[in-house]
């Protein structure tokens, strides 16, 4: 049971371009969204996240927008570069949940010259 | 600081043999996992330990046991692999609460 669920699968974009991700979902007992960033080979290591009671919120070229009401959320990288090309997965955590993330299924970025 | 670390790298088994993953941290964290990641799937959480002493089973247990043996480290064995384990085994460990969590760099498991 998919209860994160992330688009796209993968995903182009040109140096300098907008990289847009989004994940849904269904639980309104998350209360805690993290970014995951993947190299190849490598663990994921955390990005940036988000917690409900905000909508937007910053890290440098790096933007999350939270929409409660629609349950989506998203991932957004400005003036994309090449070493953005990795891949991200969203995530999210119960109320009183431990820190026990549920991970969406990933989306492979790739930055063109 | 080390971070996290994982053993072996690699590993390839035989259906029905057994081996241990062996994960520690130096960060005196408090909480660890292991998930499994498989393509189109994303990273699944098999087991946690919210402190040293307790586990508890996360979204795919089955066919997996652990053991948390001091702070430092986490164990993951599987009794009789099965080519459905086949897949890159991460650890991680976080603070108490809503921390950020640390992922070592994987074990490539492939199960014959």
């Known amino acids: 049971q998919q209860q994160v669920k992330q688009s796209p699968q993968s995903l182009i974009v040109q140096k300098g371009g907008i990289s847009i991700i989004n994940c849904a979902y269904e639980n309104t007992a998350f209360d805690y969204f993290p970014w995951y960033q993947q190299f190849p080979g490598k663990g994921p290591a955390l990005l940036i996240a988000?917690?409900?009671?905000?909508s937007e919120k910053k890290e440098g070229r790096f933007t999350i927008s939270f929409n409660k009401s629609a349950k989506q959320f998203s991932l957004h990288i400005m003036d994309s570069q090449p070493g953005d090309s990795a891949t991200y997965f969203c995530a999210a955590d119960l109320t009183g949940g431990g820190n026990k993330l549920t991970f969406g299924t990933g989306t492979q970025l790739k930055v063109e010259l | 600081n080390a971070g996290v670390t994982q053993t072996p790298k690699f590993q390839v088994l035989k259906t029905g043999q057994s081996m241990t993953l062996q994960c520690a941290q130096d960060?005196?964290?408090?909480?660890m996992y292991w998930y499994r990641q498989d393509p189109g799937m994303g990273l699944r959480l098999i087991y946690y330990s919210a402190s040293e002493g307790t586990t508890d089973k996360g979204e795919v247990p089955n066919g997996y046991n652990v053991s948390r043996l001091n702070k430092r480290e986490f164990s993951l064995r599987l009794e009789s692999a099965a080519p459905s384990q086949t897949s890159v085994y991460f650890c991680?460990?976080?603070?108490?609460?809503?921390?950020?969590?640390?992922f070592g760099p994987g074990t490539r498991l492939l199960v014959l």
């Open positions: 991680a460990s976080s603070g108490t609460g809503r921390q950020t969590q640390y």
């Open positions: 988000i917690r409900p009671d905000v």
């Open positions: 960060m005196n964290h408090n909480s």
